[in-house]
Structure formats: C-alpha cells, structure tokens
C-alpha cells in the first residue's frame, strides 16, 4: 500500500496498481474508493494507514501503469505548488516535479527557459 496526495490536497492510497480515495472515516478505520468513478470497488484500511483491514473488491477496469500513476502525482503535486508559491514560473514548477520521476523524465522533454 502506498499513499498519495491528490490535486485537491486530499490523501489517497495505491493498491495493487488501483488508486482510491477516503470514502468514509470511522473511529478505528477507513472506508475507500476506487477513483474510476464507474467502479464500484471498495477497501478498509486502519487509521494509520499501516494495514489493510479488508482488501479491495472486484475492479471493473484495468490496473493503472506506472507512468499513469505517476502522471497523476505529478499533476497533484505540481498544482499544490502553484497554489504555495504564485511567483515561480509554471514551467519551471512542472520541470522540477517530472525531474522526481525517471520514467516520465526521459519521455517528456520540457527546456525550462
């Protein structure tokens, strides 16, 4: 299981290539959701976010690549950058965060200016 920011500032978890977003939060666990608005696949994990407590339901989709997934992290954490600091260039911002991830380095070549 692994975590994740999304581009609204909310936290995520990756599971098996499938993301999900917090459903439901209880006194000792959390409900999530697949972010495939059309699935209907669900999970438990605890508060902490150290163990899942019931895994994941049937996907109606495929598993999410690598590179989707990071994609998605880099859009999250480049629009979490523009709202902290309004006085960096756009460009240079996206080049910075796709500098953080090899695979999508070498297949976009952005020049920063």
Known sequence: METFTTRKGKTGI?????????????????SW????Y?????????????EVLS??????????????IQRHQVRGAVKRKAEES???RPLKMACTEVQ???SLYH???IVPY
């Open 33 to 36: 959701r697949c972010t495939n």
């Open 107 to 109: 297949i976009v070549h």
């Open 86 to 88: 309004v006085h960096e």
């Open 14 to 30: 990756i599971i098996d290539k499938f993301r999900f977003k917090k459903d439901k939060e209880h006194k000792q666990s959390i």
């Open 55 to 68: 895994f994941p339901t049937a996907h109606n989709h495929e598993p999410e690549d690598d590179r989707t």
């Open 100 to 102: 953080c991830y090899d």
């Open 38 to 50: 059309q699935c209907k696949s669900r999970c438990t994990t605890d508060v902490q976010l150290s």
